[in-house]
């Protein structure tokens, strides 16, 4: 394995794992305080590894809801990996092992799959930069998730720490990254405008997460109509 591409990855998910920290912080709090041991709280971020999804099916736990229901709404949420996985393949087919990228693809979260895009863009894929991304993404979500649910009991209100905008100000930062040309800030604008909109229209709640999933189609298609012209 390369050793200067997997420190690159390394290097590149610095970024990434101080935004999953508060994230994977409260996840762990949270967990503690809905019952969860430390062990199950680590293994759902070991096993599970999907912040939304995570709180997701927190959110569900609290409740005493059925599992199916935690399911269900996972898939709903997490169907974009499908879309983000597929993006990639143009990329690593003449460069990546399939069995590996296959591997490897189980740590693709927004924010590596994000910076992986933009470094495909001037550099070769590797599978060294890949496991160094990712892995070290998946290693600092798991690290903060055990602080948090060892700590879990000296914690009463995760809200007055700010952490619930760690997430939203990571998303905005990859944003800014990603953009390069004019028609990159007419997607992003009408993609946040679209979701606005529809969530106005149609108010957010755990079960009705479709505003971000039609906004982000929209402006998935706007993206490849502008490419084609």
Not at 188 to 212: D, H, Q, T
Not at 213 to 219: F, G, L, S
Request: a neutral charge; glycine letters at 8%.
């Amino acid at each position: 394995m390369d050793r200067v591409e997997l420190t690159v990855g390394v290097k590149d998910a610095v970024p990434i794992v101080l935004g999953y920290l508060p994230l994977g912080f409260a996840f762990g709090v949270l967990a503690s305080q809905a019952g969860m041991t430390v062990i199950q709280a680590t293994a759902m971020s070991v096993l599970c590894f999907t912040g939304a999804g995570q709180y997701i099916a927190l959110g569900v736990i609290q409740v005493q809801g059925a599992i199916i229901t935690a399911v269900i709404a996972n898939l709903l949420v997490n169907v974009r990996y499908f879309l983000f996985t597929t993006s990639m393949v143009p990329f690593l087919k003449n460069h990546v092992n399939p069995v590996i990228a296959s591997i490897l693809s189980y740590g693709v979260t927004d924010e590596t799959y994000a910076v992986a895009i933009n470094r495909y863009q001037n550099h070769p894929p590797t599978s060294a930069y890949m496991a160094g991304l990712n892995i070290t993404a998946h290693l600092g979500w798991i690290s903060s998730t055990v602080l948090g649910a060892v700590l879990g009991s000296m914690v009463t209100n995760t809200d007055q720490f700010g952490l619930a905008f760690a997430l939203p100000a990571m998303y905005i930062c990859l944003l800014v990254l990603l953009i390069t040309k004019k028609s990159d800030v007419l997607i992003a604008l009408v993609s946040a405008i679209l979701c606005l909109v529809i969530g106005y229209i149609w108010p957010w709640s755990m079960e009705n997460m479709f505003n971000m999933v039609i906004a982000t189609i929209a402006a998935a298609t706007l993206g490849v109509m502008i490419r084609e012209f």
